[in-house]
């Protein structure tokens, strides 16, 4: 089922818990359809995992208002997230590879596949957990718990991998992570991301390529007042490139971004400033659009540098890939959501957004689903609202729902060996496409 942007957003409301199937009208209660399977081992394990994290649902709630309520140190999620994991019997590395990075393993039998979640932990600066990466903490947390539960009980050889991935808003902690070889052993790698959208609904869309640039121009100070023809002010070289991609932005395609802001130090009103530094992001559906569009906007850096009289410097940082959904991982999350949980869309979810999972999926098979959650109007991510909404109840459940349904895929790759290639050559089909 594919629902278009007119389909209404899902707001709070008293009634979060109904549950739409189809366009009937039919309202359904969390947890009652049809097992999405004939495969008898699978069954069990659906109904292992379903019993799990709904005696877990608690204790994971308020893991993810501890989370919420302190965000403003990576530090702190590391330190609750591993301890949480090492009480449930996992085994745990602290500092992994990276500072705040961590990781938790589970290992049953000998031999089988390997099963990798991700679980974000930073926030933004100044509104906290406006993107609800408490949620998708806690997700990540659920889907390892429920493949332990599952494993364990039905004697189901593997590894599960739970990785803690700090620096997702801007530092690319999975791409310095994968670099370091976490994600080595994994034979898939599974995560999720709220986001506003249709009433329980379960996106399959994909995100942007993005760029970051830095730009600064260096000019000459002068006297405002006594002698301003003496200076050559970076502000200004600043304001006109900030003005020219203003200007593109009416030439490019709806579906591309381009954003940034201005950044300075000891400026004063009676001095012509000599230095200006500005950072920007450019997006688009693919990396090849993206760096079509990066030339142009680069153009504007240029050409408000020859207009002020003043030299500039263009640094490209890092780079993210769109994302690539594995098709084989999403047709099977679509299969169980639609018979068991909800809706699937491909039109929400973060699709005009970026995340460093992008990279993930360029290089290993994966699948980064959204799922909605209620917000007020104007209250999406990366706005107070959302954060708000990342610690309501009905969100909670939202998140519980989309990883019973992730767990459920993940066994399949634990249980299913035609499954498994199934995804491995899906992947290796859709490299050659980028090509």
């Given at each position: ?19 739409h199937l189809d366009g009937s009208g039919r309202s359904l209660r969390p947890y009652t359809l049809l097992l999405a399977t004939d495969n008898p081992n699978l069954m069990a394990s659906k109904k292992r995992f379903e019993t799990t994290l709904d005696g877990l649902s608690r204790e994971l709630r ?248 003043c030299k500039v410097q263009v640094t490209i940082g890092s780079v993210g890939n769109e994302i690539r959904q594995n098709k084989a991982l999403g047709d099977e999350l679509a299969d169980v959501v639609l018979k068991r949980y909800g809706t699937i869309d491909y039109e929400w979810g973060i699709k ?84």
């Amino acid at each position: 089922m594919s629902l278009g942007q007119s389909v209404a957003m899902w707001l709070p409301s008293k009634e979060w818990h109904l549950r739409h199937l189809d366009g009937s009208g039919r309202s359904l209660r969390p947890y009652t359809l049809l097992l999405a399977t004939d495969n008898p081992n699978l069954m069990a394990s659906k109904k292992r995992f379903e019993t799990t994290l709904d005696g877990l649902s608690r204790e994971l709630r308020a893991l993810s208002l501890d989370i919420h309520g302190n965000h403003l140190l990576e530090r702190y999620a590391h330190d609750v997230y591993t301890a949480f994991m090492e009480k449930h019997g996992f085994t745990v590395t602290k500092n992994y590879l990276l500072e705040t990075a961590w990781v938790a393993t589970y290992t049953h039998g000998q031999g089988g596949r390997v099963l990798g979640v991700n679980s974000e932990m930073d926030a933004l600066p100044g509104i906290g957990h406006a993107c609800g990466h408490n949620l998708i903490g806690i997700s990540g947390v659920a889907v390892a718990l429920a493949a332990k539960a599952a494993m364990k009980r039905l004697n189901i050889d593997g590894k599960v991998v739970l990785l803690g991935t700090p620096a997702e808003e801007g530092g690319f902690g999975k791409v310095m992570l994968y670099d370091k070889g976490a994600y080595d052993e994994m034979d898939v790698c599974l995560m999720c991301h709220p986001a506003p959208g249709p009433r329980h609904s379960i996106s399959l869309s994909g995100c942007l390529a993005i760029s970051r640039i830095t730009v600064e121009y260096k000019g000459h100070t002068a006297h405002a007042g006594l002698s301003p023809w003496e200076g050559q002010n970076a502000l200004d070289a600043a304001v006109l490139a900030y003005n020219n991609v203003s200007l593109l932005r009416q030439q490019i395609k709806p579906t591309h971004r381009v954003h940034g802001i201005f950044e300075g130090k000891d400026w004063a009103p009676n001095i012509i400033p000599d230095h200006a530094i500005m950072q920007w992001l450019v997006r688009a559906p693919t990396t090849s659009e993206m760096e079509d569009t990066r030339k142009r906007v680069i153009s504007c850096f240029e050409a408000a540098a020859l207009a002020s009289g003043c030299k500039v410097q263009v640094t490209i940082g890092s780079v993210g890939n769109e994302i690539r959904q594995n098709k084989a991982l999403g047709d099977e999350l679509a299969d169980v959501v639609l018979k068991r949980y909800g809706t699937i869309d491909y039109e929400w979810g973060i699709k005009s957004a970026s995340t460093d999972f992008v990279s993930i999926s360029y290089l290993m098979p994966g699948l980064h689903p959204g799922f909605s959650i209620p917000t007020i109007p104007d209250g999406g991510n990366h706005t107070t609202g959302f954060t708000e909404a990342a610690r309501s109840e009905a969100s909670h459940d939202a998140c519980l729902v989309v990883s019973k349904a992730l767990a459920a895929v993940g066994m399949r790759v634990l249980t299913d060996e035609a499954f498994l290639q199934k995804v491995k050559d899906t992947f290796e089909e859709d490299k050659k496409l980028r090509a």
